[in-house]
């Protein structure tokens, strides 16, 4: 990335640029990223192409002004976060269900990130609903979050399990990878009927006072304190104006549910 396209990405987020990689810049990017940047699966449900490079990722971002799932989310936040200096690891995880049995390999990307002033930290723009600022990387004990309390856990096999409020979010292997490893968990979340983001579609931003999430055509507020409202859409312009109201997406056309190919 050029200093035009970081620029244009901070815009993007409503971000200032950093005068060096800090701590302090790392947890303002990543809540300006996380406020302004849906979590969304709507490539699939359109039928358009994902493709796992810094230079496509971060044109979905930064010009088509879309969101993405973890692949997406957190592979532009690398780039961007590479091209001002911090230090970034992709490393891959795999998601526990409600059930507790865990995903497939390259379930998740997610980010080891080291500052300039020692600062060691997973960072995780691309979950969903998790943990508002980046976690301490090497700290075993419970960590406050805005959103809840957080806890990294060792495994014997060298492995760390991501908890949220005591219940696991996911495990992740500290081992560095590449983006194009993950290609072929985006196969299996674009394909599989087992995914389930072939299954739904989904659209999700935190705000100031909690969440807005659009799933199909209910349109769903959460309030900090758990209070939730629920909208349902009647129309397709509903729907598009959802979209580019809440999450400022503008689409051509409904997205549905496809069948897996």
């Not at 979209?243 to 496809?258: A, K, M, S, W």
Request: charged share 25%.
């Amino acid at each position: 990335m050029d200093s035009e396209q970081i620029d244009a990405y901070l815009r993007r987020i409503g971000a200032e640029r950093p005068a060096a990689p800090t701590t302090r810049a790392l947890r303002d990017l990543h809540v300006a990223h996380l406020r302004s940047v849906p979590f969304e699966n709507l490539s699939i449900h359109l039928g358009e192409d994902i493709e796992l490079t810094d230079k496509a990722l971060v044109s979905k971002v930064v010009e088509a002004r879309r969101g993405g799932f973890c692949y997406e989310l957190n592979g532009a936040f690398a780039a961007l976060l590479t091209a001002l200096g911090f230090d970034v690891t992709l490393l891959q995880a795999r998601v526990y269900a409600d059930e507790g049995q865990l995903g497939i390999p390259y379930d998740h990307l997610a980010l080891h990130v080291r500052t300039e002033d020692g600062g060691d930290w997973l960072a995780d723009v691309g979950f969903g609903s998790h943990s508002l600022l980046p976690l301490a990387f090497g700290d075993r004990g419970e960590q406050a979050d805005p959103v809840g309390t957080f806890r990294i856990t060792p495994t014997p096999e060298g492995d760390l399990e991501v908890a949220r409020d005591g219940k696991q979010q996911y495990l992740a292997e500290p081992r560095p990878r590449a983006l194009a490893d993950f290609r072929v968990g985006v196969w299996y979340h674009r394909t599989s009927p087992d995914s389930h983001f072939t299954q739904s579609l989904v659209c999700s931003l935190p705000t100031d006072d909690g969440r807005v999430t659009l799933s199909g055509r209910t349109l769903t507020t959460t309030a900090a304190d758990g209070e939730r409202q629920t909208t349902e859409l009647a129309t397709e312009a509903e729907v598009l104006a959802a979209y580019e109201q809440h999450f400022g997406i503008v689409l051509e056309r409904e997205p549905q549910v496809r069948e897996p190919r």
